[in-house]
């Protein structure tokens, strides 16, 4: 079955950076809309950034703008998020999506959305 593996979460003290990659099986990233979402204890589920299949469509959280890049690199077949200047507000469980990603614009293929296990990424 299709699935997606997170790595890349840590610890890093505020202002750091740290890049979170999204490797896929069974599934080539180049057919699919991807995203990242992440969770925190006492907080929504957000969705931080979403890239369209062709990459022209590009959808990134207010609280991340200027700060987090998402990309992927179709011959790796990995999604990645650039986390640059984070802070405490950031820390969470990071989550990779594809399939049925929310994209305003884009074209989505797949009937349901199939997610990582996360990894936790914490800012102190």
């Known amino acids: 079955h299709v699935q997606l593996v997170e790595s890349g979460g840590g610890s890093v003290q505020a202002g750091g950076s740290l890049r979170l990659s999204c490797a896929a099986s069974r599934l080539a990233v180049s057919d699919y809309c991807m995203g990242w979402f992440r969770q925190a204890p006492g907080r929504e589920r957000e969705r931080v950034a979403a890239?369209?299949?062709?990459?022209?469509?590009?959808y990134y959280a207010d609280s991340v703008k200027g700060r987090f890049t998402i990309s992927k690199d179709n011959a790796e077949n990995t999604l990645f998020l650039q986390m640059n200047s984070l802070k405490p507000d950031d820390t969470a469980m990071y989550y990779c999506?594809?399939?049925?990603?929310?994209?305003?614009?884009?074209?989505?293929?797949?009937?349901?959305?199939?997610w990582g296990q996360g990894t936790q990424v914490t800012v102190s």
């Open positions: 890239l369209g299949r062709t990459g022209n469509i590009i």
């Open positions: 999506a594809t399939g049925a990603v929310p994209l305003t614009g884009a074209v989505c293929p797949g009937g349901k959305t199939i």
